[in-house]
Every structure is written in structure tokens, then in C-alpha cells.
């Protein structure tokens, strides 16, 4: 229950440094979804910095969609899973731990944004 509780404190710590990362405006970024260009940049933004703590439900993340962000030197790594039976949902991951294999969630978001990737 300690673990479910730092890791709980950890993605509240993440979506906050995002948060942060991501307040400039849209036009200061360049974004990247599944490695090509996002033509649709602040609406992928938009989306990203609706990132919340979700109750879980029974399903479980499927198809991986790989997002980079970058502004200036910083730059961010996520990787957005879609929903097992929610398809507009997304589980959201900090890949910013390339070695560790249990990447931290830090939230779920709802978006038609990422239908066709």
C-alpha cells in the first residue's frame, strides 16, 4: 500500500513538471506522434495537458502511440496506450526512465485526437 501511495505522489509530481513544461504557447513546440510531425500540434497539446488521475476500470492499455514534445533544450517523452475497451482513452505514460521497464503512469486522458495513429 506505501508503494501505491509514493507511486500515486511520484505521477502527481510528473503531471505537474508537465504542466509546466507545457505552459508557452502553442507555437513554441514542435511535436512528434508516432515519429512523424503532428499536423495537428495544438490539439495534441491541448490533449496532453488534460492529462488526469482516472479510476481504473477492468480494462487494460493496448496499442502504443509514442509522443515527443520538445521546446527550446526541453524535451519530453511520452507514450500514450490506448484503452482495451474505451476508444478514446488513453493511458499515459513518462518514459523519461528509458531502463526502467515499469514506466510511470501518470495519468489517463479522453481525446478523438489520436483515432487515426
Known sequence: MLRVAYRNVEAWQARSAIRQLLNAPDGEFVV????????????????????????????????????????????LELTLKRDSGLAREYWVFWTRERDNPNRLEIGRLETSVFDTQ
Do not use: C, Y
Request: aromatic content about 0%; overall charge positive.
Open 32 to 75: 512528434m506522434v508516432n515519429g512523424r510531425s503532428a499536423p495537428n500540434t495544438s490539439a495534441v497539446l491541448g490533449a496532453i495537458r488534460g492529462v488526469r488521475l482516472r479510476m481504473a476500470h477492468h480494462t487494460h492499455p493496448d496499442h502504443e502511440i509514442p509522443v515527443v514534445i520538445r521546446r527550446k533544450q526541453d524535451v
